[in-house]
Every structure is written in C-alpha cells, then in structure tokens.
C-alpha cells in the first residue's frame, strides 16, 4: 500500500507501473534530483496536486 510519506523514487522502485499515474498527474520529477528525497506529499504539494486524490490513484493502479 502506498502512503503519502512514502519517497517517490521508493513508490516508484516498488511499483514501475506508477509512473502512468505520475504522468497522467504532470509529475514528470520522477526522474529529477527532488525526487530522490521528497516524499509523495512534499512532490504533490509542490505540483499543486491534491495528495490524498494521487494516493488513492496510485493504490487503484498498483491493486489491478
């Protein structure tokens, strides 16, 4: 299960088939330097996303 205060790269690292969801969210830093040591919160915040939303998207995409 992915939570907000989990590091991007770590989400990421666990579950490849997240990145659709990040790029479907405009969160092309998955692949930048602020990833390595923002959490998913701290990234969505910084995108204007609404974290609980991205959270609940992520889940839905690693459950299938």
């Given at each position: 299960m992915i939570t907000k205060d989990m590091?991007?790269?770590e989400i990421v690292?666990?579950?490849?088939e997240t990145?659709?969801?990040f790029a479907a969210y405009g969160m092309g830093?998955?692949?930048c330097?602020?990833?390595r040591f923002e959490n998913l919160e701290q990234g969505a915040?910084?995108?204007g996303i609404d974290v609980n939303k991205l959270v609940d998207d992520l889940n839905a995409k690693?459950?299938?």
């Open positions: 590091g991007i790269t690292s666990k579950y490849p990145l659709e969801v830093c998955v692949g330097m602020a990833a915040m910084a995108h690693i459950k299938k």
